[in-house]
């Protein structure tokens, strides 16, 4: 596909690099040739110089002929206008990033009037994400698939947890539990495990199981942690402004630690939260605010270092479930190394988010992709496909029988409201929802799970 | 430096020669020569390319560093084995000649330092000009243009072979730039190996003709060069496509796409043009008295000086016979070149505009010390940046050929020769003045000079940068 992606900073890096590993023609446009430079230099894009939503400068990176316009400039102004403009030039559909919390009631209207495809909002979507981790605290992650009747969570195994050194056979007639283990990360390499497979401490299991079960799985797995009933937050930043309406919603205590007086301000006067105008870093501050006794603690701070010191000092203090946020991606590794396992990245998502939307579009062929989520660090993708039609050695035969690539999983299959986690008898028919868990491949189309 | 990844880029880059010398060996198969010469060659490719190349090394990653030695490395293991066959076949019997026969070729120098061209077997004169079409275009674009495309940092690859002060892609991915340019490439060729067909030349001279036309080489099977033809219908066919492969070859895809105003609006490439007509009306003018028909003289002053513009270095007359301003025209174009982008050497039109455009600021500034001038090209302003690295460029150029004419001096031929030689190898021409004029060649020189002058076209071929870094210790420090 040709994709013109407009602003080359972080998000439009981390766009860039992915949507060329799939192989997609991007050209990226951006005012500043530096910064042009230095991505050509990094990946296999076509640069070119000029404001975005400049008509002469949109026309010179082929926006006419473009399948997708994503603008993620700095500015939400430029990058409606960026839309409008592409629109209006020919390009089917259109991107913006979207982050003023004013500019929300307007989306309706700029979907509506601007044609634009899809608005992202990358703070709303990392609040949405930790709104999840903390209806779930028992994982380091969790996505909801198959509209929230399918969770697949990710957790540490600890050396305390009955699961270790249980073979995943065992596990099963041991619990009595609908659920799978469909990947494993161990000394940085990912698996499918077979049923023979023995889990060992350390290991980072993905878990696949209906919404209702996977509260008795982390029970009976060791792993339940209570429902978080108040949380402390480090920064009060745009993040923290969209989490509140969720955890008002959701009737979580929380208490804000900002030091802005203007942004304690505004969010005194929307949610009606405990905010504190103090340095978040100060470790009396922290301890004074309850570090020891919360429920969760959320370093939303504007700076990665401040985040993940305040993180691991709270380590130290114990609590019960960290969330650190972390923009530089490179480095995530190296804080999951230290211990910090729940960490949420804005343009981790946002690119996320953007790669489902592309992947959807490039594919139709008698399957739909409805969700695309990665785990494990972008080293396990997760998708779900809805089935529209037969499939030729795909539908209508046993499990057993197909020949599906390795490093491919079948995690799941929603057949006429009916959950089932698969075994080798089960058949795959039109109209079911299946989430497929895959290790190597980015998979593009249904068809590619086989081999 | 990422040893593993640039091994396994040469690898791949000795495997494409293994593959190339298949066509000279069908060459020799048709003329029933012998095929050994190349069946060695290409075993001793295989053996030292197969173990770096099967293998793709984990880490890919590769940085400016690695892009420019890759480049410069691999240009000399492709002359260093592309050697072989004129060693084995005793076509050249000594290494020395022949590794510096083969740089003229891959290079699209055409400087020789054979005398009897005749009789030597038609394989190898085959690959001699198809080195030639190789070199023009260049090998990494080609290698480039047909492996999967592999992350975004191959671009330093390009940026480090293809010739002119600007570089870019022409669309987002860089295997389909590769494959458009080469295409364009390959297409013009053919055009102008029909045309020359028409023009009733054999077919067998017609390919290696349109190889070295193509690469603006200027090797010719001919001991006369072009003009032992006689064929005056095929010199204008020969002269039209050098001046077409002197263009830049973002030109001839902007027309493919219909963008028709981008190429009249290029400045670089109305210079080229007028510089052409210029020359050959000033030429013409001057060497008139030499000539019985107008077309004649036309024709003869169109041809040289667009040989030595587009740096090709066929030859239909002796202009070393010429009146001293004819030949100090064709010396000042020897040093201009052609377009950037094109196959052709020089300093390229579009540096030699920028400098010409940066003299004239310095000059603004001198009046009016704070005014603020900005240089523009093509109607757009062009970074200090760029215009710092043309008169940087021209500097080095400069001490590169006071240094490589120094070099050879010791050989003692007159100066004239000395530094019309040191021209011709740097700017990829040829043939120069005096005793290395058209009628002449190279052979006459030492294995001293000759080893001086093969570095001198490598240098001016890749554009002195990746040249100098695999010889700078810097390069090879640790950190």
Redesign the interface.
Known sequence: M?IVVVGGGMVGATICSQL?LE?H???LVDTD?STLTEI????????VSGNGADLAVLKKAGTEKADLLIAVTSSDEINILCCAAGKKLGVKNTIARVRNPEYTELMSFMRSELNLSLTINPELSVAKEIYRMLRFPSATKIDTFCRGRVEVAEFTVSEDSPLCGASLNDLRTRFNIRFLVCAVLRGGETYIPKGFFNIEAGDVICVTAPEEDITRFFKAAGVYKHPIKDVLIVGGNRITYYLEALLQKGKINSTVIEQDEQLCRELAEEYPCTVICNDGTNQDVLLEEGLAKTDAFLALSDTDEENAIISMYAKTQETNKIITLISAISYIDLFKSVGLESIVSPKFSTAAYILRYVRSMSNVRGAEIEALHKLMDGKVEVLEFRIKESIRDFTDIPLKEMKLRSGVLIACIVHKDKIIIPSGNDVISRGDTVLIVTTEAQIQEIGEILK | MNYRMTGYLLGIIMLIEAALMILPLTVAIIYGESIFPFLITIAILLVISLPLAIFKPKNSRIFAKEGFVTVAAGWILLSAFGALPFVISEAIPNYIDAFFETVSGFTTTGASILTEIESLPKGILFWRSLTHWIGGMGVLVFILAILPSSGGQTIRLMRAEVPGPTKGKLVPKMKHTALILYGIYFVLTIIQIIALLLCRMPIYDAVVTSFATAGTGGFSVLNNSIAGYNNPAAEWVIAIFMFIFGVNFNLYFFILIGKIKDVIKSEEFRAYAMLCVTAVTVIAINTAYSFERLGDCIRASFFQVITIMSTTGFATVNYDNWPELSKAILVLLMIVGACAGSTAGGLKVSRILILFKSMIREIRHMLRPNSVNVIRLDGEPISDETSHSATSYLSIYVTLVALSALAISVDGFSLETNLTATLACINNIGPGLAAVGPAGNFSGYSYFSKIVLSLAMLIGRLEIMPMIILFSPMTWKKR
């Not at chain 1, 050509?40 to 640069?47: A, E, K, L, P, R």
């Open positions: 040709n060329t192989g023609n991007i050209t040739t050509s230099n990094s990946y296999d894009v076509f640069g």
